[in-house]
């Protein structure tokens, strides 16, 4: 099916700043644990992994949120460490633990011996996915394919797991920064042609993760993060079936970096709840879309206080377009299902005063 059969195309509109009659939203992590319907098909596949190993589950579970909720996108059932997974490094969920890898990347002689995985071979189960889910979609909304940025991949890679201090991933960029930028290049490359697969596969929109980026000092940042994340940007397809691609950058806790990031050639940056979107829309809105921003413990506020917040953040962003309406960073495991859809339910009735009432869009 070509793009231009979507039957509703408001957040690609959006992040090409055209107009739309009505703020569009989708979740990050909108499919997951907080949805009884996902933990049901979870346990039917035995694993994490093997959810995301079965395009049928994960198309399965990337439709869920869509069936409870008016959302304008579906985001792939997959995960980031999928590519460290295919470096080798083995990946298993320990209950209560999150992300385990058996192996570790400790020196430079690892990180010069990692392989680059290929979206064709090695990562073709997530190409399948893709495809699988575009055609499920059937059209509905589109499809965001996504990735990890190559620091944040790397702490999962040199930690092990999870961290709360990232100090080994942090000593290799201090002690050993040419090993650390080889370790770099390598993740940039394998992931411009893990998103480029993602692409040819049907995605129809792109969005880097670079959920530790505000961990780092700004030197580090721009040399380590954000530099890589441009290196990838550049070599991603800005159009395919005649729409362009938009690509948006999320860097957690970047918010004092947000030119920066808007230069890298993005179509749309990610904030979290700690950047108003007044603030963010002066600095960068007239160059990109803003993704955000609402804080993800809003949702377990009640119903009147979610539509608060929610009237709040469309009167930061203000009137016009270029504003695509998310999570500031996932949403929770515990998080009720019925207050997103309060949040959905607030910000279809409000959203519409903020655009043009002649907007045109293919809506459903
Ligand atoms: O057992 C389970 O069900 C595990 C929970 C889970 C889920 C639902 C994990 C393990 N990954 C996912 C799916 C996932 N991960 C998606 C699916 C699409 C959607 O949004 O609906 C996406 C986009 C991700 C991305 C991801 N994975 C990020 C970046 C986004 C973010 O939240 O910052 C990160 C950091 C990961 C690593 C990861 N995978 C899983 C967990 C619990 C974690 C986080 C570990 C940590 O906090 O360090």
């Not at 080889?182 to 049907?202: F, I, P, S, W």
């Not at 030197?219 to 993060?225: G, L, P, W």
């Given at each position: 099916m ?10 690609l509109?959006?992040f ?6 009505r703020?569009?939203v989708w ?14 098909v ?17 198309a ?22 999928t590519?460290?997974?295919?470096m ?9 633990e ?7 990347v ?23 996915a ?15 394919g ?14 092990g797991?999870?961290?709360k201090?990232?100090a ?25 042609d893990?998103l ?8 129809q ?21 954000l530099?890589y ?44 709840w ?13 160059r990109?879309a ?6 993800p ?20 962003f ?6 695509v ?9 515990e ?5 997103v ?17 002649a907007?045109?869009?293919?809506t459903?």
């Amino acid at each position: 099916m070509s793009s231009s059969e979507l039957k509703n195309d408001r957040i690609l509109r959006a992040f090409q700043r055209q107009p739309v009659d009505r703020t569009p939203v989708w979740m990050m992590r909108q499919a997951g644990r907080y949805l009884a319907e996902y933990r049901e098909v979870r346990a039917q596949a035995g694993s994490f992994m093997g959810l995301c190993r079965s395009p049928e589950l994960a198309a399965r579970v990337t439709l869920q949120p869509l069936e409870r909720y008016e959302l304008d996108a579906a985001i792939l059932f997959s995960d980031i460490l999928t590519i460290p997974d295919a470096m080798g490094l083995g990946l298993n969920f320990v209950a209560g633990e999150g992300p385990v890898f058996e192996h570790r990347v400790k020196t430079a002689a690892d990180i010069d011996r990692l392989p680059q995985p290929s979206a064709e071979k090695e990562l073709r189960y997530v190409m399948d996915a893709v495809a699988a889910c575009r055609k499920e979609l059937a059209g509905q909304v589109p499809l965001i394919g996504f990735t990890g940025s190559p620091w944040t991949l790397a702490t999962y890679m040199i930690e092990g797991g999870s961290s709360k201090t990232f100090a080994a991933s942090k000593s290799l960029l201090f002690n050993e920064p040419e090993a650390a930028h080889r370790l770099m290049a390598k993740l940039a490359d394998t992931v411009a042609d893990y998103l480029n697969g993602q692409v040819e596969a049907g995605a129809q929109a792109l969005m880097i993760f670079d959920t530790w980026g505000g961990a780092l000092d700004p030197v580090r940042y721009r040399e380590f993060s954000l530099a890589y994340m441009r290196r990838i940007v550049e070599q991603l397809p800005r159009e395919r079936e005649g729409r362009r691609i938009p690509v948006t950058l999320f860097t957690k806790g970047g918010g004092q970096w947000l030119e920066d990031i808007a230069d890298t050639g993005c179509d749309g940056v990610g904030l979290d709840w700690t950047t108003s979107l007044t603030d963010a829309r002066r600095r960068i809105g007239d160059r990109v879309a803003l993704q955000g921003n609402l804080d993800p413990c809003m949702l377990h506020a009640n119903p009147e206080v979610i539509r608060r917040e929610v009237a709040r953040c469309l009167e930061e962003f203000g009137h016009g377009p270029g504003h695509v309406f998310n999570l500031g960073h996932g949403i929770q495991p515990e998080t009720p299902p019925e207050n997103v859809d309060a949040m959905i339910r607030a910000l279809h009735e409000l959203s519409p005063a903020y655009h043009d009432a002649a907007a045109t869009s293919a809506t459903s």
